[in-house]
């Protein structure tokens, strides 16, 4: 997950199988996701750097490869910039 710095993100979780629960630690933010439902967070990130985000819930077998990356641009354009590389990586100009 890539984000700017200081801009509002809405993030709509969903889940097929089971209850887990969304979190990002260094923000504070935990979320249950509900299968069948969609559930919108609303965060915005105060500083730059990368942290780990993953599921809080014990929620089967695979739970301990439930992690992710969470990269906080330091701008908009940073993050604008990263975002065009990777269009242009995927041939999607």
């Not at 801009?7 to 996701?33: N, Y």
């Not at 906080?72 to 242009?88: A, G, K, M, V, Y």
Request: charged share 25%.
């Amino acid at each position: 997950l890539r984000i700017p710095v200081d801009t509002p993100v809405i993030a709509r979780l969903v889940t097929k199988d089971v209850i887990h629960s969304f979190k990002i630690p260094v923000m504070r933010l935990t979320q249950d996701v509900i299968p069948g439902m969609e559930i919108p967070i609303w965060f915005e990130a105060k500083s730059t750097g990368n942290f780990q985000l993953g599921c809080a819930q014990l929620c089967g077998l695979g739970h301990y490869e439930m992690k992710a990356d969470l990269v906080i641009h330091p701008s908009r354009e940073d993050f604008q910039r990263w975002l065009d590389d990777e269009h242009s990586a995927l041939g999607l100009d």
